[in-house]
Nanobody
Framework: QVQLAESGGGLVQAGGSLRLSCAAS????????MGWYRQAPGKQRELVAV???????NYADSVKVRFTISRDNAKNTVYLQMNSLKPEDTAVYYC?????????WGQGTQVTVSS
């Protein structure tokens, strides 16, 4: 069993910042990529940012410059620092961790940006 514990979501005004965290625990032997996705009401889930085991990062165009993804391999934890938040960033944010055989999803954390 693998568990992903997400935290850090909430309500913030436009221009504000939030930091999401996702810690993986349980029977996960090796973690490859770790990432964040989001899903707004009525829209499909989309990639926000991903970081590989080697530290290579990739971002959605809409969040480049404003968001920063990082990981702490010793803690099996991935972070998403979100700055200059916009109302269109409002969504449920999901952590995704890729193991050897399969990937795992967190339960999601709500981020709401008010204008």
């Amino acid at each position: 069993q693998v568990q992903l514990a997400e935290s850090g979501g909430g309500l913030v005004q436009a221009g504000g910042s939030l930091r999401l965290s996702c810690a993986a625990s349980g029977s996960i032997f090796k973690i490859n990529a770790m990432g964040w996705y989001r899903q707004a009401p009525g829209k499909q889930r989309e990639l926000v940012a991903v970081v590989t085991s080697g530290g290579t990062t990739n971002y959605a165009d809409s969040v480049k410059v404003r968001f920063t993804i990082s990981r702490d391999n010793a803690k099996n934890t991935v972070y998403l620092q979100m700055n200059s938040l916009k109302p269109e960033d409002t969504a449920v944010y999901y952590c995704n961790v890729v193991g050897i055989i399969r990937s795992y999803w967190g339960q999601g954390t709500q981020v709401t940006v008010s204008s």
